[in-house]
């Protein structure tokens, strides 16, 4: 049975997921900018606006069924941002940066997202009886929602399966002659991610390492908060 058809929470988790998404992809843009390449720029992608950037299954339409089937991560994707590393003035420096952009995006918005959730919950008993609770309210799901968010994008695209962003920092480091081998694997990335998606090894990776993570950014009551 599908859990409660709920249009105001999900606006509140589409929200700081969308936003999310489309400042990892504007990182990639603007890191690669700095390494010699204006592929992005020249494609009108260096800009905030979600619209440059959603990917109509990645974007909405993934988490929404996610969420109505009660699934307990939530994530999507946007259009990757296009990159020519031939651009690079440096092909490895500039690979690593461009590679950990997206995903450091992501753990800044996480931190300014923590920082926020705090200051809400701290200024919350005082207008606990006031016109301004409901919204308070709000601000608090928004902002935990977003590190929740952060969370799960930081550290999926950090799984080195290809073509996540770890796997391009992975494929830096290792020797030329593996690192060809392994970048071959790229076209069977996605039937590879979905693999580990239906095993759950995936959700295991996801679980092991973001609920620690949550319990000292949010603490007990602040998941309760959310997910209770």
Request: a positive charge; one cysteine or more; aromatic letters at 8%.
């Amino acid at each position: 049975m599908l859990p409660q058809f709920d249009l105001h929470q999900i606006l509140l988790m589409i929200v700081p997921l969308v936003f999310a998404v489309t400042v990892h992809e504007v990182a990639h843009g603007y890191a690669a900018l700095k390494m010699g390449d204006h592929t992005a720029r020249l494609a009108g992608r260096l800009t905030l606006n979600p619209i440059k950037h959603l990917d109509p299954v990645g974007s909405l339409l993934l988490p929404i069924i996610l969420k109505l089937t009660g699934s307990p991560v939530l994530f999507g994707y946007a259009r990757p941002v296009p990159v020519v590393p031939a651009n690079f003035r440096d092909l490895r420096t500039g690979t690593l940066i461009v590679s950990a952009a997206g995903v450091t995006a992501n753990v800044l918005l996480l931190l300014v997202s923590w920082i926020a959730f705090r200051a809400l919950a701290a200024a919350a008993p005082s207008l606990y009886d006031t016109w301004a609770r409901p919204a308070m309210i709000d601000a608090m799901k928004l902002c935990g929602y977003s590190i929740v968010i952060n969370a799960v994008l930081a550290v999926f695209n950090l799984i080195p399966v290809p073509p996540l962003d770890g796997s391009r920092l992975l494929a830096m480091v290792l020797p030329a002659g593996l690192r060809s081998a392994f970048q071959r694997l790229e076209r069977f990335g996605m039937l590879l991610i979905i693999a580990l998606l239906l095993t759950g090894v995936i959700d295991q990776v996801l679980r092991f390492t973001i609920l620690p993570l949550l319990q000292t950014a949010l603490g007990a009551r602040g998941i309760a908060f959310l997910f209770g």
